[in-house]
């Protein structure tokens, strides 16, 4: 069966769930009117009172099909990923609930694209099924969500404005300069499981600290070492900062994407992401009081301490109210050096993604949904399967429809 002979055109597979309701709504408010959509679940009741709600604010999605499928049944799954162009997935941990989806996907030459933010198993499902992908003509695209799109588009937007002036990008920094959002219960439950096997498998830590663990094994690897732990001050906002809780995935797919463009950001790239905390010493003792936890954090996942906290922590299924995820936002600024084809040293650029709505909740929802819609649509720039990244594969068109939905994507010499 061809992709022309699909039933559908898009399935989102975890619409029952806390984001896969969002996507959904966001999918019957805002995707192209002839795309074809079906939700997908475990549930065929919960399924059904999930279009009811949506249906009752866009009518649209009333006749959107149903697909039942568990996520250990091989033959449902295969079922659904023959019937449809794109799944799009919110359904985690990923390592513990999405291998046979992309196993399904990757047979089928079916599009794909999720949220996780679990580098060792975006390097499980590479080596294991890239090879199947690329022969079958999938598009297997991981991290289309808070984690990893401000990342991987930001910087490549930047590389872009570098490359047009004959430049390549050196350092590049990644700053979150503002932020207000909630944790989702799905990445608590994600960080429970890579503690689970963490402990169930020492050799993960290795893949964990690698900082090109997802770059292609047969690659050059570049300049950076193991991820900053301290705190350092930001010149361009004058304020402290500490690391940044989610460069452990966003720096590996920025970096595969990199090497995936053929290098395109440059051979001497480097890059890094922190969190503005604030100026002064009272910044300096609040981003210090980061990284202590952050560090705290990472030891307590491989001592097997996190379960807990869990009382303190969101379920899955669970998540802020309306009114809270509209109040959330994010703002994040990119610095980067450049040089020129001779080595010498160019201009300095800046970039800037913000958009308004919840990280986790209602900007994720989004932006999976747009990176969804653009595989569905054929306007991804990369035709050939695989495995890839947000920015290789989908690159400036994905840009065009982020922009139009509401988020700031700009880069500028400074």
């Known amino acids: 069966m061809t992709t022309l002979d699909r039933d559908y055109d898009l399935t989102l597979y975890g619409a029952t769930g806390f984001t896969g309701k969002l996507v959904a709504e966001y999918l019957a408010k ?95 499902m590479i080596a294991a099924h890239g090879e ?52 989702s219960g799905g990445t608590v439950a994600s960080m429970m499981f890579l503690g689970e096997s963490l402990r169930a498998d020492p050799k993960l830590e290795k893949v964990l600290a690698d900082p090109y663990s997802l770059d292609p094994e047969d690659g050059p690897r570049g300049l950076d070492g193991k991820d900053p732990t301290g705190v350092t001050f930001i010149d361009e906002l004058g304020a402290w900062s500490a690391p940044f809780f989610m460069g452990a995935i966003n720096t590996r797919i920025v970096r595969r994407s990199n090497a995936l463009l053929g290098h395109r950001y440059g051979r001497s790239f480097r890059y890094e992401e ?11 003792i609040a981003a210090s009081g980061v ?42 600024r990119i610095y980067a050096k450049t040089e020129t084809a001779t080595g010498e040293r160019g201009p300095n650029l800046e970039g800037r993604v913000s958009a308004k709505g919840d990280p986790g909740y209602a900007a994720t929802a989004m932006m999976i949904s747009e990176a969804a819609i653009c595989l ?18 989908l690159g400036e068109p994905l840009v065009t429809r982020l922009r139009r939905a509401g988020m700031t994507i700009s880069a500028a010499a400074v």
Request: hydrophobic letters at 40%; proline letters at 7%; charged letters at 20%.
């Open 132 to 183: 199947t992908a690329r022969l079958s003509g999938a598009r297997i695209v991981h991290s289309c969500g808070f984690d990893s799109i401000p990342s991987d588009i930001g910087v490549r937007v930047v590389a872009d404005l570098a490359n047009s002036r004959g430049l390549a990008l050196t350092e590049v920094r990644y700053v979150v300069a503002k932020m207000r959002g909630g944790m």
């Open 291 to 332: 990284a202590a936890f952050l560090a705290l954090s990472q030891a307590s996942l491989k001592a097997g301490l996190t379960p807990y906290a869990r009382r303190w922590m969101p379920a899955p299924g669970e998540g802020p109210s309306p009114e809270s995820r509209a109040r959330g936002f994010f703002d994040i």
């Open 376 to 393: 569905a649509q054929g306007e991804a720039e990369e035709t050939r399967g695989g495995s890839w990244t947000p920015a290789s594969c």
């Open 274 to 284: 922190r969190m503005a905390l604030g100026p002064g010493p009272a910044g300096a």
């Open 30 to 124: 805002s995707a192209p009117g002839p795309l074809r959509i079906a939700l997908a679940g475990r549930d065929r009741k919960k399924l059904e009172g999930v279009r009811e709600t949506i249906a009752a604010a866009h009518p649209r999605a009333r006749v959107y099909p149903l697909v039942v499928a568990d996520s250990n049944d091989d033959e449902a799954l295969h079922t659904l990923a023959e019937d449809t162009k794109v799944v799009a997935t919110t359904v985690g941990p990923f390592a513990k609930y999405g291998s046979k989806l992309v196993v399904a996907c990757a047979a089928a030459g079916t599009d794909y694209c999720d949220l996780t933010g679990e580098a060792p198993w975006i390097r499980k």
